[in-house]
């Protein structure tokens, strides 16, 4: 599909180029220790203030040490410089970005309200045996800090200035040398102020003694209210104010990307699209060779890993929607379905792709594959703002247009057929989350920023109702599409899904 040149040139010139602020601190900066604040109404840091040239950076005022020698819990650019650019907080993503986010979420809630979010926790998966940790979105999203054991406190304030109408207090597990033998390096209190941006860090140890002030005069509080214990210690710090559901208001704000954001799900996407055409390359024999082939290749091209547990189904295996399995023999003559992805700075990719372990399509798989491909394609090419239409409408629109599709190849499609044929929406949104963000509707129209997936599929049950050519076949086709004024961007092109280009992969 041909991209619309503007806003493609757009996001490729976010991936190649930063715009940096000048007398932006080198890693042979200095840190120097501070003593706490002494009270929770410190006057705002000059690390969150603005640069002349209007580009806000996180701070580094290191001494005594080079900031390239200091260990945090997340990379920073000091010393990780071939992950993040100078002036990014998290992969991609400028520390003006976050600061930028915060803004804007306090500018939906009314007046004397606080923001209390909790990090994600750390889960076992047996004794003292854990699994890879990742952060909770909306937190991730207005703090880009990614450890657990935090809580962020933001609140509304009056100043009028850019960047100035909220406060910013990040609780977070203070500098510990023996138990970071341990476990690995934590960023400390005062990289909370001097790299993510707070205008104070507290140790998240006292928080039950810092929760009452810290919300005081608050008549609002919003926060993730599925947590119970923090919502019964929040009523205990404030019992006069309001306990509301944030999610509404980060809903709103996370479900459109910015240019940033989207960059980086097309550096997931590529790395994805790759992954996926060099895949197709080969003869697999066996569903766990191929995951382990693509999550190898995802981080050979770029990402930093799997976005979720893929799908590898071969035969009819692919008719079960979510099989994760991935341990059976695939045979020559079947098809392999593949749902997958890679993330990069934690925004993902969402794929799939279908294609014949041969190399091949035989007659009757080709016939039902480019029935899908057609559909696929006309719900991509309806991720357009000007299209005026919603993810509900697209997905009607492409319902009946995969019904027409079917009856041509002699399929009966009458009664419930497409609820067994077809039995999943068109689509969703993605982001930081592969269903980002819940709660967020289908029933809203697209508009420039919104990021969605268009998979239309066909699993066809071995039963004596469907035509005995197509029986046990599973066919979907999925790509993670941008949406723009006048066109889409798919972010996942580089992943072949012509019929000729797929065969053609095996004669290079």
Known sequence: MKLPSTA????????????????????????????????????RRQAASVPSNGKLLASRTYATVSAAELQFGQPVHETHPHILKPGELTPGIDAEEYVMRRAALVSLLPESSAVVLPSATLKYRSGAVFYAFRQESNFFYLTGFAEPEALAVITKENDTKEYHNHGFTLLCRPKDPAAEQWSGPWSGLQAARDVFNADIGWSIHKMESLLPDLVRGAKYIYTDTTNTTLTSQLRQANPSASIRPVNQHTNTLRAIKSPAEIACMRTAGKATGRSFTKAMRKPWSREAKLSAFLDYEFIKNGGDGQAYVPVVAGGSRGNMIHYTLNNAAIEPDQMVLVDAGAEYGTYISDVTRTWPVSGRF??????????????????????????????????????????????????????????????????????????????YGRDIKLRPGHCVTIEPGVYVPNDERWPAHFRGMAIRIEDSVAVDEEGPIVLTTEGVKEVVDIEALRDL
């Open 8 to 43: 493609l040139r757009q996001v490729e010139r976010h991936c190649a180029q930063r715009i940096l602020a000048p007398g932006h601190p080198s890693p042979a900066s200095r840190l120097a220790p501070s003593s706490p604040p002494t009270c929770l109404q410190a006057s």
């Open 362 to 439: 035989t007659d009757a798989q080709k016939d039902l594959y480019n029935a899908v491909l057609k559909v696929q394609r006309t719900g991509v090419a309806l991720c357009r703002a000007s299209a005026n239409l919603t993810l509900d409408e697209i997905h009607r629109i492409t319902d009946r247009e995969l019904k027409e599709q079917l009856q041509l190849l002699g399929f009966d499609v009458s009664g419930d057929a497409m609820g067994i044929l077809f039995p999943h929406h068109v689509g969703h949104y993605v982001g930081l989350d592969v269903h980002d963000v819940p709660g």
